[in-house]
């Protein structure tokens, strides 16, 4: 079982950037591949990036050279740095282990304006 607590969102505008955190509470943390997902009004949950327990990152195609995703696991964290955010990336976000389908956290609240 893990618990996550995600924090960092916020209101900005469109071409500015937050830094998503996401604090984790699982038995060897550093063993996991983790994800940050997001979620949109009236839309499926999406996968954003995930970095496997390497080090090795991934990226949907619209964040591609606009989010970086990045982890420490001696904090048990892992965080998502957003650039140029644009008003499509507004959702609620989510961390997790991923492929893990359960124990979301509340997940934090981006909202970018026009």
């Known amino acids: 079982q893990v618990q996550l607590a995600e924090s960092g969102g916020g209101l900005v505008q469109a071409g500015g950037s937050l830094r998503l955190s996401c604090a984790a509470s699982?038995?060897?943390?550093?063993?996991?591949?983790m994800a940050w997902y997001r979620q949109a009004p009236g839309k499926q949950r999406e996968l954003v990036a995930f970095?496997?327990?390497?080090?090795?990152?991934n990226y949907e195609d619209s964040v591609k050279g606009r989010f970086t995703i990045s982890r420490k696991n001696a904090k048990n964290s892992v965080d998502l740095q957003m650039n140029s955010l644009r008003p499509e990336d507004t959702a609620r976000y989510y961390c997790?282990?991923?492929?893990?389908?359960?124990?979301w956290g509340q997940g934090t609240q981006v909202t970018v304006s026009s």
């Open positions: 997790n282990i991923l492929n893990n389908d359960k124990d």
């Open positions: 699982v038995i060897a943390f550093s063993r996991y591949n």
């Open positions: 970095i496997t327990r390497d080090g090795i990152t």
